[in-house]
T-cell receptor, first 114, second 115 residues
């Protein structure tokens, strides 16, 4: 079982550019959540995808958007990058909350905006 | 808005000593998680606490949950250097019967265990 996989591991962009991050969930999981972790802080919930639709959203601007594909993999897109978007972006996958207690995280994508 | 507060934020301890990390949260929740994060790494799940009075132990770590006090503790017994990491608590704000796993994290406790 490969667990949650994310790509790329590191990314450097400049202000104003757009970026796409990718995530494949753990086998058997159908729900993908994205978190942003700034340096020295706890992760913050961005949004969650289930059945190819955004199901929950945190307090992030519309510049942050996502997509889920039929195979449950997901993308996070950030437009018009700001310096403050520099962070570790974590993808987490889960199954049915009533039967699967844990939320599994990928190793993350470190985004640096210059 | 759900708030999760951890203390202390920084903890330096000697090997062999005991200590407790506290996690307070502001609204009703039926799930609390503890994660460990090593520098530059992702989050490793340690414990999931699902009900009032729940206690779980793994090695030198023991976690408990008091939903009435909205308090969870992570107790470290006879610390060893390998426990050095950042520890996060996270509260699931999803309502019962709702969708999955919207976690609100504390700021983390950076634990350093010195020889």
């Amino acid at each position: 079982d490969a667990g949650v996989t994310q790509s790329p591991t590191h990314l450097i962009k400049t202000r104003g550019q757009q970026v796409t991050l990718r995530c494949s969930p753990k086998s058997g999981h159908d729900t993908v959540s994205w978190y942003q972790q700034a340096l020295g802080q706890g992760p913050q919930f961005i949004f969650q995808y289930y059945e190819e639709e955004e199901r929950q959203r945190g307090n992030f601007p519309d510049r942050f958007s996502g997509h889920q594909f039929p195979n449950y993999s997901s993308e996070l897109n950030v437009n018009a990058l700001l310096l403050g978007d520099s962070a570790l972006y974590l993808c987490a996958s889960s199954g049915n909350r009533d039967f699967d207690e844990k939320l599994f995280f990928g190793s993350g994508t470190q985004l640096s905006v210059l | 808005e759900l708030k999760v507060e951890q203390n202390p934020l920084f903890l330096s301890m000697q090997e062999g000593k005991n200590y407790t990390i506290y996690c307070n949260y502001s609204t009703t929740s039926d799930r609390l998680y503890w994660y460990r994060q090593d520098p530059g790494k992702s989050l490793e799940s340690l414990f999931v606490l699902l009900s009032n009075g729940a206690v779980k132990q793994e090695g030198r770590l023991m976690a408990s949950l008091d939903t009435k006090a909205r308090l969870s503790t992570l107790h470290i017994t006879a610390a060893v250097h390998d426990l050095s990491a950042t520890y996060f608590c996270a509260v699931d704000s999803t309502l019962s019967g709702g969708s999955n796993y919207k976690l609100t994290f504390g700021k983390g406790t950076l634990l350093t265990v010195n020889p």
